[in-house]
Structure formats: C-alpha cells, structure tokens
C-alpha cells in the first residue's frame, strides 16, 4: 500500500512540472500579431529599399511571394518622365497600388490606391493606352481562367496632367482587353456555350463619356474551341 501510495505521488509531482515547463513555453512564444508586424516592417523596408536603388538605375523589377511586392521603374508610362510601380498584399485578398514619379533626383508619390481585389497566385500587370489619350495606363489582372484564357482585372487610367490613378470598374467582366489605336476601341472576348463548339467571340468597346461601353460583336472575329 505504501509503494502504491509513493508511485501515484511521483505521477503527480511528475505531471505538475510538465504543467509549468508548458506554460513557461507558452509565455516566451511568439504572439501572431508580433509576426504580421514583424512582416509589415520588413514589405516597408524593402520597398524603401528598391526604390532608392531605383533612383541610380534605368529601369529596376522585382518580384517577391511573401510578403508579396511587385517592383517596376523605368520609363514604363512616358518617354519623358521616370516612374515606379509598386504592387503590395497588405492581405491575401487585397492589393495595394502606388505611382511614383521621379522629379529633382527623388521620388514624389502621385497616387495610392487601396483595397483592390487580389488573387495574388495569379497575378500580372500591362501597360497599355488604354483610352487613347497618349498617357500608358495600367491593367492590373486578378484572375485568369482555363482553357480559353480569360483575363479578367483592374484598369487604371492615369490622367496625364496629375499623375492620378482612376478605377474604371465598368470593365470588371470585361476579358482580354485589346486597345487598337487606329480605330480607337478596345476589343474583349465572350465564350458563347450556346453551339456544338464552344465559340469565342470578339466585342467592339467604346469609350463614351469618360466609360468603356460594349457595343456590337465583330463577326469575322469568332473561333472555335
């Protein structure tokens, strides 16, 4: 009786310092939002970084996963003027875009745009007059399907005068946006399921009062697949 006794004292004791040995663990591990901090102050640094070593060089990309950062100066928008684009997650859904202009030997940022939805995995970026005013504009593309691929994103219309970003969100189901100069549209494909194949037809846009409007499909323009 009195070895039983000794045994399920030493069990007792025995859990009691496992008890405290884990609560010590958990006292001097990491909080979560320490982490995100700790990943914030480092996207900072980063761009800071990239854009001062922009200033020196003609032109300047860099792309990293996480944190996600998409870096790009050169003379991407004018052949007059310097520019840097940075692309940012301050979520996993959620983009951040800024436009930088360099003037005097530093950088001025001219706009920042919150907010916009992310698909980070299948991220790109084009650079495109997209409403034919002689300013690049920017298409920021959250989504591409399958198959036929259909690209599916953001445009932004830089005004030329201020630098400012302006959202054109009338185009958020509009696919592979195409601008031909000449003619002054932009074309967009549509899958059309009501055939035996699958066709992909090709829609005329306009700009009407400062808006991308889809108008009539250019017939000679159909695929199948």
Known sequence: MKKRYILILSIYICFLSCKKDQNKNLENSPKKSTYKTSQTNTAEEAVATLLAKAIKKDTLEFENWEPFIYFKSGYLLSKK???????SCPTDSIYTIELYTKRNGKWIKNDQQNNIEAHPIQFD???KDYNFDGQTDIYLQETVSNGWPLSLGHLFIINPKTKKLEEHKETRDLANMN???KDRIIYTDELDYSYKFRKVKRRINKWENGKLVPFEID???ETNF
Request: charged fraction near 25%.
């Open 81 to 87: 003027e310097k520019n840097a684009i940075i692309v």
């Open 219 to 221: 017939k000679s323009k």
């Open 125 to 127: 970026i084009y650079y």
């Open 179 to 181: 601008p031909v100069l």
